[in-house]
């Protein structure tokens, strides 16, 4: 039985990889970003998530090593907090309270107990960087409100800050300004470029900024593609700055590397680029990334790069420029025109990928699993081309088939349209193109729905279009002399008084097809495609259209333009009821009978989850998000939960996604941050397979398998039993507390001896004298009998073996059963 707690709207996953620079361990076995509100761990080697640290309370700004600890991670996000992690084990291990929004966090070898960070006063668009004094605390949390100011007008990206010269000053840069402060001096220079209009000067805004990690020199990126090498900064008179020219764009990041004997830089060429010895000649490259560079990391051992792309990517490159590891986030388009949708194969999530393909994304695992080329053409990345788009995409007979829609319109007359209709191969686990239809209609396709009946024989697709047809579109028998074959081809087209098509849906069991036209529905029989019906509230053009399912498959929902929605019950051709709401997503639970309904108003966006047979919403949740919600979908679960809140039922079977318009993937959840936490002890326990060594007997788990063996009953209750280590604070500190994270060994190993030793009521069979009278034996044995006899009794129900055990020994019988009490047999078991 689930807790009934508040629902809460939670990301997911799904967040960006690339918001800020990635970071090396020290020993280059993993690398860290930021995922939204969490940290991922990933291995360079393996490219999977090793852990994901959770705790703070809203989106993860920055991330740091610790320079007294290399397996411990700084952390600031916008909750005003800085947390210190072990991340080897994802544990937590400290929270600083800063109390206000923490904007980026850099640290520094030389810096004594306090890290740097960037921070937002009075005005939105002015940020400081201070310094902040970590007090030494023994407990959890600890406030660190002593700040102490740095610089002023700064960028609040940390791609705009840089200590240079192990730590000897630090470098910021906005618009054409750049600050240099000296931290032994202090004192700070500023250097100005030019800002005048014309063509020559237009572009020299500061993108980014690098220091040079051993020499007194500054390199900056530049909106018009040119990388800046400052030196003698020190004075802003005898300054001087050396240009290296390559980006035909602006530069979108540099970074040294550990040595300081090259440059990396990166734009939007999707290239990384190599400056060896800053020289303009001396430049070795690494084309085709797929993406535009956003973020360059290096390792602390210099061995290996990481860049971060647009497409939500990270890339593990090796010192000599092989790309070596690839890890695949959420890929967030420009539009999601396809929606979202789940593959009924493998339960992914399907929408709108790279340029011209569909992403399949696990939402169990928060990774991507393919993706799938549609459009089949090289994708040219240059602004103001008119690019192919992929904008309808739609699953049908159980993942069989899928259909997509592909177009381009360069002037308003000249529309290229495609359909392309995909067969799933069992031989190659993928999508192969079946056919491809040149220009299914004569203008827009505004959506495509497949006949998903159980009892469908033949499997159909129709098609709506703003041509004011709706095509039907059935599988047949395509085979020639060569080769057996199928192909679709149109079986029937519809249209109403030349009206639009804006929104197609078949009923449960496929015997009906709703089709609205603009503010009308109609229903047509499958079958004969016979008009039956049709229904006009004269509300709005209808946005949104789906069946009823289960015990409300009598119903057809429609929600308008003009924020109405409708029921319509499909038995008596009537108007059941409306109510008037702004529905901008609404979605059927393929499992059971509720339906979600997403609106939009001035405080944010509202969901409501209903069954058509009544118009009373079984759950309301208020500003669900700030933003307009796009899309969303139910995603059926594989193992129910089990709700017992009329409220929360309709998340027993389903589990409901929502896309915002930044693309943020957000669902509901019960579990309170904390309880989202893995437990120490679940991520530290002893692996159930370790050997039968004597460490393995004091865990004692062979303990509880021997609890329930009758057999073995009578001998263990005079053996010395030592206590479970499950239930001793001390033994379980000592091992599940990280090494690095202990207190001192002659703190803990008073507490340790004492655990292990027995206590007085215990008594050992040594104890027992030799020389005892035949007379306290036999009283003794037949002490024994009667207990083990009440104790078979009892257990009748779970054991046949009572009859076994109870029996009649005889003196000596009983004087080698003495002998044999006094060894410890339990080694057997674990043969």
Request: charged share 20%.
């Given at each position: 039985m689930v807790e009934e707690e508040s629902l809460r709207v939670v990301r997911c996953g799904g967040s960006e990889l690339n918001f800020r620079?990635?970071?090396?361990?020290?020993?280059?076995?993993?690398?860290?970003?930021?995922?939204?509100?969490?940290?991922?761990?990933?291995?360079?080697?393996?490219?999977?998530?090793?852990?994901?640290?959770?705790?703070?309370?809203?989106?993860?700004?920055?991330?740091?090593?610790?320079?007294?600890?290399?397996l411990q991670l700084y952390s600031c996000s916008f909750d005003g907090m800085i947390k210190l992690w072990d991340?080897?084990?994802?544990?937590?291990?400290?929270?600083?309270?800063?109390?206000?929004?923490?904007?980026?966090?850099?640290?520094?070898?030389?810096?004594?107990d306090s890290v740097f960070v960037t921070i937002n006063k009075e005005k939105p668009d002015v940020f400081q960087l201070v310094s902040v004094k970590l007090p030494k605390s023994s407990s959890q949390e600890v406030e660190a409100k002593e700040l102490s100011f740095v610089l002023d007008y700064i960028?609040?990206?940390?791609?705009?800050?840089?200590?240079?010269?192990?730590?000897?000053?630090?470098?910021?840069?906005?618009?054409?300004?750049?600050?240099?402060?000296?931290?032994?001096?202090?004192?700070?220079?500023?250097f100005t470029l030019s800002s005048s209009r014309n063509k020559k000067h237009a572009k020299n805004n500061f993108t980014c900024v690098a220091c040079h990690p051993k020499e007194d020199c500054i390199?900056?990126?530049?909106?018009?593609?040119?990388?800046?090498?400052?030196?003698?900064?020190?004075?802003?008179?005898?300054?001087?700055?050396?240009?290296l020219h390559w980006h035909h764009d602006l530069v979108m990041d540099l970074a040294f590397s550990v040595t300081g004997s090259s440059l990396l830089s990166g734009g939007r060429e999707s290239v990384l680029v190599e400056w060896r010895e800053a020289a303009e000649k001396n430049k070795e490259f690494l084309p085709r990334l797929g993406a535009t560079i956003e973020h360059i990391s290096v390792s602390p051992a210099g061995d290996l790069f990481c860049t971060s792309h647009s497409d939500n990517k990270m890339?593990?490159?090796?010192?000599?420029?092989?790309?070596?590891?690839?890890?695949?986030?959420?890929?967030?388009?420009?539009?999601?025109?396809?929606?979202?949708?789940?593959?009924?194969?493998?339960?992914?999530?399907?929408?709108?990928?790279?340029?011209?393909?569909?992403?399949?994304?696990?939402?169990?695992?928060?990774?991507?699993?393919?993706?799938?080329?549609?459009?089949?053409?090289?994708?040219i990345n240059d602004y103001g081309l008119i690019q192919i788009e992929l904008t309808k995409a739609a699953f049908g007979c159980y993942g069989n088939w899928l259909a997509t829609v592909e177009q381009r319109q360069e002037k308003e007359t000249e529309l290229e349209l495609q359909m392309k209709l995909w067969t799933y191969n069992k031989k190659t686990q993928g999508f192969v193109l079946n056919t491809k239809v040149n220009m299914p209609h004569e203008d827009h396709i505004t959506a495509l729905c497949f006949c998903n009946a159980e009892k469908s024989e033949n499997p159909t697709l129709v098609t709506t279009s703003k041509d004011g047809h709706f095509k039907v579109w059935i599988l047949t028998d395509d085979s020639d002399i060569y080769k057996k074959a199928v192909g679709w081809t149109c079986d029937f087209v519809g249209s109403y008084h030349k009206y639009q098509a804006t929104n197609c849906c078949f009923s449960e069991d496929g015997s009906l097809l709703a089709v609205s036209f603009e503010e009308i529905v109609t229903i047509w029989d499958s079958d004969t495609w016979e008009l039956k019906c049709t229904f006009c509230q004269r509300a709005g053009k209808i946005r949104h259209l789906c069946?009823?399912?289960?015990?409300?498959?009598?119903?057809?929902?429609?929600?308008?333009?003009?924020?109405?929605?409708?029921?319509?019950?499909?038995?008596?051709c009537a108007l059941e009821w409306s109510a008037k709401l702004n529905v901008r997503v609404m979605e059927p639970d393929p499992n059971s009978e509720n339906i979600a309904a997403i609106s939009q108003s001035s405080m944010g966006s509202d969901l409501f989850v209903f069954r058509p047979s009544e118009p009373r919403p079984l759950y309301i949740q208020k500003n669900i998000s700030r933003e307009e919600v796009q899309w969303g979908v139910f995603v059926p679960r594989d193992v129910p939960e089990s709700f017992t809140s009329e409220a929360y039922q309709w998340l027993n079977r389903s589990q409901f996604y929502f896309l915002t318009k930044s693309q943020s993937l957000l669902t509901f959840s019960t579990q309170s941050p904390e309880e989202k936490l893995t437990p120490t002890s679940k991520q530290l326990l002893a692996e159930e397979t370790l050997p039968t060594t004597p460490f393995y007997f004091i865990l004692g788990k062979h303990r509880q398998e021997q609890q329930d063996d009758k057999l073995n009953e009578a001998l263990e209750n005079e053996l010395v039993q030592l206590p479970l280590t499950e239930n001793i604070p001390a033994i379980s500190e000592l091992l599940h507390t990280p090494a690095h994270v202990l207190p001192s060994a002659s703190f803990l190993c008073s507490m340790f001896v004492n655990s292990l030793l027995l206590s007085k009521e215990t008594k050992s069979a040594e104890e027992i004298p030799d020389d005892v009278s035949m007379e306290e034996e036999k009283e003794s044995v037949d002490s024994d009998e009667e207990n083990n006899f009440t104790e078979e009794v009892q257990d009748t129900n779970n054991t046949d073996l009572g009859k076994d055990i109870i029996h009649q020994l005889s003196k000596s019988e009983e004087k080698e059963l003495r002998k044999f009490r006094k060894v410890d047999y339990s080694w057997i078991t674990a043969l």
């Open positions: 620079r990635a970071v090396f361990s020290a020993d280059s076995k993993y690398v860290f970003c930021v995922s939204g509100d969490f940290i991922k761990v990933y291995s360079t080697a393996t490219e999977e998530c090793v852990h994901i640290l959770q705790g703070h309370r809203n989106m993860v700004t920055g991330i740091q090593l610790n320079p007294k600890n290399h991340y080897t084990d994802g544990i937590l291990i400290k929270t600083f309270i800063v109390g206000c929004k923490l904007h980026a966090l850099f640290t520094l070898d030389c810096a004594e960028n609040q990206s940390p791609k705009c800050i840089a200590f240079g010269n192990e730590g000897e000053y630090v470098a910021a840069v906005r618009d054409f300004y750049l600050s240099v402060y000296f931290f032994k001096k202090k004192t700070t220079s500023r390199a900056t990126g530049h909106r018009d593609g040119k990388i800046r090498l400052w030196r003698n900064f020190d004075d802003e008179k005898k300054y001087t700055y050396t240009c890339i593990i490159i090796h010192r000599n420029l092989e790309a070596s590891a690839v890890i695949q986030g959420l890929v967030k388009d420009r539009n999601i025109f396809t929606g979202l949708m789940i593959d009924p194969r493998t339960k992914a999530l399907v929408l709108n990928g790279k340029p011209g393909h569909l992403q399949f994304y696990s939402l169990q695992s928060d990774k991507q699993l393919y993706n799938l080329d549609i459009i089949q053409q090289e994708y069946f009823g399912r289960l015990t409300c498959s009598k119903y057809l929902l429609g929600a308008t333009e003009n924020g109405i929605l409708c029921c319509w019950n499909l038995l008596s």
